[in-house]
């Protein structure tokens, strides 16, 4: 790994690439202080789990579980519509992201061998990380015999059968009556405006919590203003030092907010939440929060798509529930490492370039909650694994990388990594001809916040050891 304060030319190179926005693991002893890596160049992160249509479940896990029996004659009442209830509606509603509703009998229907086929491609419901790398809070995967089920639906003709009298649990019955501590709000009605040949628009929206203290953000929520737009929405802080950068942002265009492709864009930037379409408030543990310091901004990323429907515009209002300090005086601090290799140098034309970054030996135990890598267009594959005192772990293993649909995934348990450890990261990407974004020749790409530009990182949540003084 390389570190931004080996590199002073790559801090020119990124113009907001700042010293402490980089994860120096190196002074990672005890008692020293630590410079973590609080994403600077970071982007589209989500807060993936907690998915909907999924019922909070304490057992341990069951390799059975979700096995569904397979009757020689399912029917859509019967059969379909509670596992697509289950698995789809929670983004496939009208007027929601998905580009069609799945309620209907006719609806699921009209869709049915092209649902078929994306379950059997495991690519809805979406949920990228591979299953035998981490078990994940909210997992959005189907059994196979799920999907066998809904196979043999199809084959026998997809019959609608008799209508039963029992309703479906409605899921905004899933969303519990919490109140909100901050409510956040982007401020305008945006019109999305993505660059020319994309259907994409990546905007930041910058607010004043005005808070009185530091707080600890346990989880959060989201509200769009308009759901056929908003793909997804991640929340930062900014400190104040960052203003000016920001003022900057801004000045580039006359629309609101500014643009952010890839990342918040300015120096000093955490990441403290995210939603996607479909997602439930995630909670960290009881009592374990984010830091926002007293004096932050909030910068909202929104990441809006017009592929199916371009119209409109939209106000989304994010809610931030903070670590009750009545009840956790003396909250669990989680922090957000950063993992990434900035030079990188990815030739024109090739189809499997791979890019590694490595920690050193860190002689502490370490609690890790969740993870997020991130690339940008040309990745393929991302995997993160720690070689640890007690064994290898593979934290995360995305086998087809998807930019839309990235996130920061939290550990059904933490994971416990074992002191000495190490983390490695491993990105992989296809610069050949065919996997252009801009339909461009290919080009030599290096790291940058552009989307022709290239990203390798690991972000990590992790307990911050009680021997090390931040
Ligand atoms: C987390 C939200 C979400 C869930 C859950 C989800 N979808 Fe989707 N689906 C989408 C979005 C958004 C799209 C549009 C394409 C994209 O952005 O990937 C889509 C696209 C599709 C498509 C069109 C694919 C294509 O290639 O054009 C099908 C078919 C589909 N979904 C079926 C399903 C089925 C069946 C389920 C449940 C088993 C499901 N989806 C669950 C969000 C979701």
């Known amino acids: 790994m390389k570190l931004l304060d080996d590199r002073p030319d790559l801090i020119a190179q990124s113009g907001r690439g700042t010293i402490e926005a980089m994860i120096s693991f190196r002074s990672w002893q005890p008692n020293r202080l630590l410079v973590f890596a609080l994403v600077a160049p970071l982007a589209a992160l989500v807060l993936l789990a907690g998915c909907s249509g999924e019922p909070e479940d304490d057992s341990p896990p069951d390799d059975n579980a979700g096995a569904v029996d397979i009757p020689d004659e399912p029917t859509y009442h019967e059969h379909i519509a509670p596992l697509v209830h289950d698995h789809c509606t929670g983004c496939h509603t009208e007027d929601a992201i998905a580009p069609f509703a799945l309620e209907s009998f006719e609806e699921v229907q009209q869709h049915a061998s092209l649902s078929h086929a994306t379950m059997q491609a495991g690519t809805m419901p979406p949920w990228p990380p591979a299953e035998d790398c981490g078990d994940f809070r909210g997992e959005r995967r ?13 084959d026998q003709g997809a019959v609608a059968g008799e209508q039963s009298d029992e309703q479906l649990p409605d899921h905004s019955e899933d969303i519990d009556d919490a109140q909100p501590d901050l409510t956040v709000d982007t401020g305008v009605d945006y019109t999305p405006e993505p660059p020319e040949g994309f259907d994409d628009d990546y905007r930041c929206f910058v607010v004043d919590p005005d808070l009185d203290g ?9 509200r769009p203003g308009n759901p056929q737009l908003v793909h997804h929405m991640i929340a930062y802080t900014a400190p104040p030092e960052a203003d000016d950068e920001i003022a900057a942002l801004k000045a580039e265009d006359d629309r609101p907010g500014y643009e952010c492709f890839g990342s918040p864009r300015y120096s000093g930037s955490r990441m403290i939440g995210g939603w996607v379409p479909g997602a439930q408030r995630p909670l960290l543990e009881e009592g374990h929060g984010l830091r926002v310091p007293e004096d932050s901004r909030i910068v909202v990323q929104m990441h809006y798509t017009t592929h199916h429907n371009g119209e409109g515009s939209d106000r989304t209002e994010v809610d931030f529930f903070f670590v009750d300090e009545q009840q956790h005086p003396d909250p669990t601090e989680l922090i957000i490492m950063r993992l990434a290799e900035m030079d990188m140098l990815i030739d024109a034309g090739d189809p499997d370039a791979t890019v590694t970054a490595e920690t050193p030996l860190i002689p502490q135990s370490v609690t890790v909650h969740g993870i997020a890598p991130h690339m940008h267009l040309l990745g393929t594959n991302v995997r993160v694994d720690a070689t640890t005192g007690d064994g290898d ?15 920061l995934y939290l550990y059904e348990e933490p994971m416990q990594l074992a002191r000495p450890f190490r983390i490695e990261l491993t990105c992989e990407y296809d610069n050949s001809e065919h996997n252009q974004p801009d339909g461009q020749p290919p080009r030599d790409v290096t790291w940058g916040d552009e989307s022709t530009d290239e990203m390798c990182v690991a972000l990590i949540v992790a307990e911050v050891p009680d021997d090390l003084e931040l």
């Open 142 to 154: 189907m059994h196979p015999t799920e999907i066998e089920l809904f196979g043999r639906w199809l």
């Open 393 to 407: 772990i593979c934290l995360i293993d995305i086998p087809d990388w998807d930019f839309h649909w990235q996130g």
């Open 214 to 222: 530091d707080r600890f953000v346990n989880s959060v929520d989201t």
